[in-house]
């Protein structure tokens, strides 16, 4: 199988000629195929958006559901919540995002281009028109809004740029609702908002996109040791539960003069984009500042009372972070693939190797020939035993081959057909997407044998 580890790599970026998997490829795949279209489209589109298709929202639902099963469902040290989007000033000035949120803006005198600086090599020269660029100027990346009906200062509120305030502000909340004792975790997948100076490389950095960040709780002087931990447990999740390979993802710590406002150690999870290794996760060492600063912003006491050593103390916290978005692009970049089918070039197919747990749709189902109608009927009525299962496609256009090739092009793990001999012995095809073989089975067992699969996938 030719893949995107076959790159060869030149400073950091792949070979354009030895790269099986480009971005252009996989942004014509996503809108051909209904999994990514450009927001608003229809009237020139708007930079930084983006809409997902019908293909798109069923593989982020799988991917949030493969967070949420790993890092809710499958333990009882976290808890889940959902919290406002939008939320009042006195919560950003507490946090330090109304100081800090910044990025360093820099814009050209002439052609009137903006950059982020640290994004540049060169920060006096355009890298548009060569003229000379402006001294960099900090820019609050929070997008502000107005509640109610009067557009005034006391109406100001911002979307939030992070899901993590959210969950600080209901510590108070889950603690006294809930049985949960330290060390414990509060996770949250919902959207968040930043008004990126520069945005690019398809969904990798959006204007609105959303996080799975988990809030992890431990009494100050474990926090080292439960960094370690989350370091270990989310390469196991990337690797594990979403497949990704292993020479594609690394563990990069930060510098110091990289941290946030917020951290003391920051450690980035990095996939090897076609535009180089680049951030796809960040797990943080945020220590006590959130929970402290917003005690000394509200009043409210947000300290932990241990019962077993009869200390109250503020507890530190361990975050893992990660973008839907960016995860979906990662999922997509590692799965794809294109290999030759025959001796002829066009004899080629593209393949998205999924797993099966995260494919859109998990199996078709094709009357060998749509004009047999009691192939049809054979057919229809698998389709319809095996819909409420899972999910499934029906396809009866053109011939069986390029239906194989179209589910393919969007990672079904396996094809149902009915030919002729399923009239006379009740078997059909199933075939496997990825080693393109066909086995037959009979009718009867079919949904337990993909319900079995799945299982294992
Ligand atoms: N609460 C911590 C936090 O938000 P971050 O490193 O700024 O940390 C976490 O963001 C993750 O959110 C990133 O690793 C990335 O996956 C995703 N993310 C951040 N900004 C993004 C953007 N503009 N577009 C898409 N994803 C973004």
Known sequence: MST????????????????IVTMDKIVSLAKRRGFVFGSSDIYGGVSGFWDYGPLGVELRRNIKDAWWRANVHNRDDVVGMDSSLIMPPAVWAASGHLENFNDPLVECQSCKRRYRADDLEDTSTCPNCGNRLSEPRQFNTMFKTYVGPVADEAAVAYLRPE??????????NVLSSTPMKLP?????????????????NFIFRSREFEQMELEFFVKPGTDDAWFGYWREERMRWWRDDLGIRADNIR??????????????????????????????????DRTDFDLKAHMAGSGADLTY???????????FVIEPAVGVDRSFLVVMLDAYDEEPTGPKPSDRRTVLRLKPSLAPLKVA??????????????????????RPLLPVA???????????????????PWCVTVDYQSLEDG???????????????????????FRQRLSQS
């Open 251 to 284: 563990l990069r710590d930060h510098e110091k003069s990289e941290l946030s406002h917020y951290s003391t150690q920051t450690s980035d999870f990095e996939y090897r984009y076609p535009f180089g290794w680049k951030e796809l996760e960040g797990l943080a």
């Open 305 to 315: 009372f241990d019962e077993e050593t009869q200390e109250r103390f503020v507890p």
């Open 184 to 200: 414990f975790g509060i996770a949250q997948i919902g959207k968040s908002f930043r008004n990126e100076i520069t945005t690019g």
């Open 427 to 449: 078997t059909v095809t199933v075939r496997d997407r990825d080693s393109m073989e066909q086995e037959r089975h009979p009718v009867a067992g079919l949904s337990d044998l």
């Open 163 to 172: 899901t993590a305030q959210g969950t600080f502000v209901n510590f108070r």
């Open 394 to 412: 029906w396809d009866q256009r053109g011939n069986v081959g390029k239906r194989y090739r179209a589910q393919d092009e969007i990672g079904t």
């Open 365 to 386: 189902v094709f009357p060998l020939s749509a004009n047999k109608p009691e192939l049809v009927e054979v057919a229809r009525s698998i389709y319809s035993e095996l």
């Open 4 to 19: 995107i580890s076959d790159y060869r790599e030149v400073d950091g970026r792949m070979t354009a000629e030895e790269q």
